[in-house]
């Protein structure tokens, strides 16, 4: 299985005295991206809405050059997608699909640039399709989707800068999404400070590239300064654990799952190569960019799955020396090892990441070890379940009740499904969804769900009660299900005056 020298690109050949030259050219990680893209969008369409893909359909209907929680990118293409083919979750899944497809070249071209040969590009390619983060990444329409593929392209261009010392190669992008390609960029500065080559941070072409990714950052940055930076009140939220995947003891663990467990020995192998290997001193600064960032992401409490893409740098590191391991020795029984743990990655990342099982089945461990999937079940149900209160009220009451709901994802659901079932606008203090509007003054018959902090509403109206339960029919444990729907009637003063002060932030 060897490879002859005449199979090295030598237009790739590396600086004398530098890291060895890229590996052969291969069709293998193109062929296993367009399967991974084909299986994608034959899932696509199974379960239902995620919460977030929920809001980002509203917050394209109020197209903005930023909102609290995130840049314009994501709600743009959900804005294109639900033009295209308005409530086809398979079309607005798409762009996620085919950026979890190039997730898979852009990981095997970046072991090549290590100098992997045609098998471990390969293998690359096979553990980039069967990691955690690619298979959720490429899903769902998630702003983790697309900062996925811009680190990753940042990353193949930095590899390909420190092997070959062409600098042209920089560049700057990714800012119009979220500010997280900063926090690659401050692991990168702080990698080559402490590891160099320090000369690129004078790089007119780095420097360049810099300038591009603020330029582009202006408009998203300039949005945040007007409003008051929410992105820092969301930041302070996530790092109270106030949402999923938050929590310094969960970013700790999700080192260990988020690529996936069968993994880790893959990417442990390339972060001790990156660090050691006398012939790969150059990239010495990239194991350090992702110690600096995991550092950033616990310390700060941040989500445990932020540094993933660079976790994906490390495993195509890693497969250059764990294949030539394999190559050696017990060769068959080592190879045969690999293969197993492959196989028992792809089989457990299929049933753990992806719509593959029946909605009915998933098991409590589904969706214990994938929040999200719990969070793609029962949002038709849920607005069947408030139709249900509102279908119950006094034909005067119902006429001009409007929905109030706890989160984004519960207005986003009645905003899709609430059309065709006769219910008012919903609307919610969550994140952007403040900024969206309020209910008119008038409005003094409201039915609230999601509200985790029910003390408020007796502030605001002189009558609260109960009316009903959320009944998702799905044996799944989400937010949603079983909790309390109310009624609030009697409004002490108008929205005008407790919106923005008492009801935003306020569920």
Known sequence: MAESVADIDRSEAAAPGGPPPAGP??????????VLTAVLLSLAGRYGYHRDELYFLLCGRHLDWGYVDQGPLVPALARLADTIAPGNLVVLRTPSAFIGGAAVVLVAATARQFGAGRVAQTAAAVLAA????????????STTSVDLLVWLVAALCVVRVLRSGDTRWALGAGLLNKPLPALLGVGLVAGLLIAGPRRLLRDRWVLAGAGVAALLAVPYAAWQAVHGFPQLDVAASIADGDSSYSGRVDAVVLQFLIISPFAVPVWVAGLVALLRRPSWAAYRSLAWAWLVV????????????????????????????????????????RQTLLVTGAVLMAASSAVLLLPTLPADRLSGFVVAANYDAGETIGWSEFADSVAAVHRALPPAERDRAVVLTGNY???????RYGPDRGLPRAYSGHNSMATFGRPPDDADVVIVVGWSRPEPLRAWFTEVAEAGRVDQRADVDNDENGEPILVARGLRRPWSQIWDTEVRHGS
């Open 25 to 34: 050219r291969t069709a293998a990680p193109l062929v296993v991206g367009a």
């Open 130 to 141: 069967t990691s955690g983060i690619v298979l959720a990444g490429g899903h769902l329409l």
């Open 294 to 333: 995991v550092v950033i992401v616990v310390v700060a409490g941040g989500k445990g799955y932020y540094d993933a893409p660079l976790l994906l740098v490390l495993t195509a590191a890693g497969v250059v020396p764990v294949v030539a391991w394999a190559r050696r020795g017990a060769a068959r029984a």
């Open 409 to 415: 994802g519960e207005a986003g659901a009645l905003a």
